[in-house]
């Protein structure tokens, strides 16, 4: 298990990080992002979407479920799972019919099936330190990856080597 303890200081510097990230992704990547309301989760995603190449809109797909992204060098599949209660839904949802495809699939609220995701994730948890306020008025955000398999430890130190300035941005 590799882990890697990052802090953003506005939605800019969210959107940033993902997109960074997104130049250590590989077709198949799944990301998992838990967080509060508001914590960042979809600022995350709409940088990963850039990094990609992807000009869409990026918007938390809560009540489809499910936004598919293409255009750059591979497809997102950006779920929402708020709404879901069972691992029952998943199918409905269309999770499984993108996973481990073609491109990446980025899941938030879905941290209450990770059995059911298996090891073959990172797990993204956003918090926000409400009592840590940036300059412009932001709360600070710590985003923590964490891996449960050996890709996921690869991706985690891609993503640590291009923060570094050692890898693709």
Request: proline share 3%; charged share 30%.
């Given at each position: 298990?590799s882990?890697?303890e990052?802090d953003s200081?506005s939605a800019?510097?969210t959107?940033?990080?993902?997109?960074?990230?997104a130049g250590a992704?590989?077709?198949?990547?799944?990301l998992?992002?838990?967080?509060?309301?508001?914590?960042?989760?979809?600022?995350?995603?709409?940088?990963?979407?850039?990094?990609?190449?992807?000009?869409?809109?990026?918007?938390?797909p809560?009540?489809?479920?499910e936004?598919?992204h293409e255009g750059g060098r591979?497809?997102?599949?950006?779920?929402?799972l708020y709404r879901?209660?069972?691992?029952?839904e998943?199918?409905?949802?269309?999770l499984w019919?993108?996973l481990?495809?073609?491109g990446?699939?980025?899941?938030?609220?879905?941290?209450?099936?990770?059995?059911e995701l298996?090891?073959?994730?990172?797990?993204?948890?956003?918090t926000?330190?409400?009592?840590?306020v940036?300059?412009?008025?932001e709360?600070?955000?710590h985003?923590?990856?964490v891996?449960?398999?050996?890709r996921?430890?690869?991706l985690?130190?891609?993503?640590?080597d291009?923060?570094?300035?050692?890898?693709?941005?």
């Amino acid at each position: 298990m590799s882990r890697l303890e990052l802090d953003s200081r506005s939605a800019t510097e969210t959107q940033e990080l993902g997109r960074l990230m997104a130049g250590a992704l590989e077709p198949g990547d799944v990301l998992v992002l838990t967080g509060d309301l508001g914590a960042g989760k979809t600022q995350l995603t709409k940088g990963i979407a850039r990094g990609l190449g992807i000009d869409d809109e990026v918007t938390s797909p809560t009540f489809a479920l499910e936004a598919i992204h293409e255009g750059g060098r591979m497809p997102l599949y950006h779920f929402d799972l708020y709404r879901l209660h069972d691992a029952d839904e998943l199918g409905d949802a269309g999770l499984w019919d993108v996973l481990g495809t073609d491109g990446v699939c980025v899941i938030e609220w879905g941290e209450q099936f990770a059995d059911e995701l298996g090891d073959e994730r990172v797990d993204v948890l956003v918090t926000r330190a409400e009592d840590e306020v940036e300059a412009g008025g932001e709360p600070l955000r710590h985003i923590e990856l964490v891996s449960h398999e050996a890709r996921g430890d690869a991706l985690v130190a891609a993503v640590a080597d291009v923060l570094r300035g050692q890898g693709p941005a």
